[in-house]
């Protein structure tokens, strides 16, 4: 089964406005992180936003929040007031403190912010 | 400060043909990882170090491919006989420690390695 899904395979957001990206995981630990990751056309990986499993808040990180719904294993990723510089591909990820200590990656939304 | 830097950047070879990849992890972080980029995927995990611990090899592909990490910082992944299928971004990171949940790994600007 796979660890991490993303459904949307492409989103499109008016500028200034939010975009919910969709993630969901599936895993067996009690503890685990998920994370975030922005790639731009350029190829590089930029870490935006950490939950851990165990934290009670949703993260937040300048205009990222991450909508975090432990019971339904969802680690939505809300950008607000989009920019047109939001436009990449973004990746969930998540890392199980048992087992290899990689991060699992989904298949990625790719993001097009609409001037 | 320096991020994690690879080398080459580009790479074309010839199906058959060996492939050396370098990884210049972010100094004093003691863990390295290699992922695998296909076109249009999300990132695939093939090896990790930690310090001087054996690696963890769980997910090479195939016995073609082979990492090694000297004196606990710079890492090479090496392809033998490569393959077309082979074709994809090989990306690097590191991270401080491995331990926990919460653990940053920076990436590096990957490989693209192109087999003809």
């Known amino acids: 089964a796979q660890k991490i899904t993303q459904t949307q395979p492409g989103m499109f957001v008016q500028e200034k406005e939010a975009v919910t990206l969709d993630c969901t995981y599936d895993?067996?630990?009690?503890?685990?992180?998920l994370f975030w990751y922005k790639q731009p056309s350029s190829g590089e990986m930029i870490f935006l936003i950490y939950q851990g499993s165990y934290d009670e808040q949703n993260a937040t990180e300048g205009r990222y929040s991450l909508n975090f719904q432990k019971a339904r294993k969802s680690a939505n990723l809300v950008i607000s007031a989009s920019q047109l510089g939001d436009s990449a591909m973004y990746f969930c990820a998540m890392r199980e403190v048992t087992g290899a200590n990689n991060l699992f990656f989904g298949t990625g939304t790719r993001l097009t912010v609409i001037p | 400060g320096a991020g994690v830097s690879q080398s080459p950047s580009n790479k074309v070879t010839e199906k058959g043909k060996d492939v050396e990849l370098r990884c210049d992890p972010i100094s004093g972080h003691t863990a390295l990882y290699w992922y695998r980029q296909s076109l249009g995927q999300g990132l695939e995990f093939l090896i990790y170090?930690?310090?001087?611990?054996?690696?963890?090899k769980s997910g090479l592909p195939s016995d073609r491919f082979s990492a090694e990490r000297t004196g606990g910082s710079v890492s090479t992944l090496t392809i033998q006989r490569t393959q077309q299928e082979d074709s994809a971004v090989y990306l690097c990171?590191?991270?401080?420690?491995?331990?926990?949940?919460?653990?940053?790994?920076?990436f590096g600007p990957g490989t693209r390695l192109t087999v003809l």
């Open positions: 170090f930690q310090g001087n611990s054996a690696p963890d």
């Open positions: 990171a590191s991270s401080l420690v491995a331990y926990g949940s919460y653990n940053e790994q920076f």
């Open positions: 895993t067996s630990d009690q503890s685990y992180g």
